[in-house]
């Protein structure tokens, strides 16, 4: 499900984990130990030993959304819902990434809102959505134009709207090193796009406001 870029700077699709020939573990952990070596501390102290293996482990966790397929978790749909035809949102979805430029996490929230059109998704199965395309490298316009088109091409919603908002390290621990600051990002599909009322509605639900 990875998007294919439309702003005219590039048209073809990333490469699916398949296409890519992985290296193996080992050759993985050699490389570990040949940055740690070239940050200037020696590979070989007793500190240092078992960090190669332990990066790699930790790698195999933060970047396990390569090897998920998110569509799996919004196959199963209920239709039994009493006939409600109204916004159903989940707030608050922690979230973290890496962003593909400097391997730096960023840590935040995710927003979604969808207004069904046949039936309904469990309410985890967005969480989950959500975490798989953030365990791999991203931009945070990626990864939020991702989760949307998952949700919309698999649910097909009459509108769906996602918003992101993280706090990026690479911005934090080196660069400009400003902390506190928030990037956001937003999608709309359907009444959402359409209706300027329901993006005010959307906002007014994430912040914490009523209907």
């Known amino acids: 499900m990875d998007a294919v870029l439309k702003n005219g700077s590039a048209s073809h699709q990333r ?10 573990r080992e050759e993985a952990e050699a490389a570990v130990r040949t940055l740690l070596a070239w940050t200037g501390d020696d590979p070989d102290r007793e500190g240092l030993l078992d960090t190669p ?25 209920f239709e039994d819902v009493g006939g409600y035809k ?4 989940v707030r608050g979805i922690p979230f973290h990434s890496h962003c593909e430029h400097h391997m730096l996490p960023f840590i935040g929230q ?14 985890s199965k967005l969480a989950r959505v959500v975490d798989i395309f953030a ?5 945070q ?20 709207a996602v918003l992101l908002e993280a706090e990026h390290q690479c911005m934090t621990m080196r660069g400009v090193q400003k902390p506190g600051v928030s990037t956001i990002t937003t999608q709309f599909t359907g009444i959402f796009q359409d209706e300027p ?5 959307f906002m007014s639900l994430v912040r914490g406001g009523g209907l």
């Not at 009322?197 to 509605?201: L, M, R, V, Y």
């Open 135 to 139: 365990k791999r490298l991203q931009t």
């Open 15 to 24: 490469k699916s984990p398949k296409e890519i020939r992985r290296p193996s």
């Open 197 to 201: 009322a329901e993006q005010a509605k």
């Open 110 to 123: 995710a927003h979604i809102a969808y207004y069904p059109a046949e039936g309904v998704v469990g309410l």
């Open 53 to 77: 293996k332990r990066v790699v482990k930790a790698y195999s966790e933060l970047f396990g959304g390569y090897f998920e397929d998110p569509i799996q978790h919004l196959e199963r749909t």
């Open 141 to 160: 316009e990626n990864l939020t134009a991702q989760i949307a088109s998952a949700i919309d091409d698999q649910l097909a919603p009459r509108g769906l």
């Open 86 to 89: 109204d916004i159903v949102m």
